[in-house]
């Protein structure tokens, strides 16, 4: 059974960062052949794309977080990261990761690729003093 697992949340001052990670399990299941994006999601709104990495390390970064956020991924330990400096308080929400096999990264991110095979549960961010 396939598993992406997300760790890193917690609550952070305004300035503040954190850093997400999204590790994969599953018999034979390797991210070498996904793009794995991350997502979030705030109370009352809509599921959006945050950032997404592709096979080849390609990458696309939502406008609301280009130059504070930084997404990579580490194929030998079966992890992305994202790393999330100076975070604002608009940034609190639930951030989920997905992996979708062979996706142009920003399709992904924009969920206009078709779907995604894999979610997370999620981890909970909240930026607040």
């Known amino acids: 059974q396939l598993q992406l697992v997300e760790s890193g949340g917690g609550l952070v001052q305004p300035g503040g960062s954190l850093r997400l990670s999204c590790a994969a399990s599953g018999f034979t299941f390797t991210l070498d052949y996904y793009a794995i994006g991350w997502f979030r999601q705030a109370p009352g709104k809509e599921r959006e794309g945050v950032s997404c990495?592709?096979?080849?390390?390609?990458?696309h970064y939502a406008d609301s977080v280009q130059g504070r956020f930084t997404i990579s991924r580490d194929n030998a330990k079966n992890t992305v990261y994202l790393q999330m400096n100076s975070l604002k308080p608009e940034d609190t929400a639930v951030y989920y990761c997905a992996a979708a096999q062979d996706s142009p990264v920003q399709a992904m991110c924009t969920m206009t690729n078709g779907g995604m095979d894999y979610w997370g549960k999620g981890t909970l961010v909240t930026v607040s003093s």
């Open positions: 990495i592709s096979m080849s390390d390609g990458t």
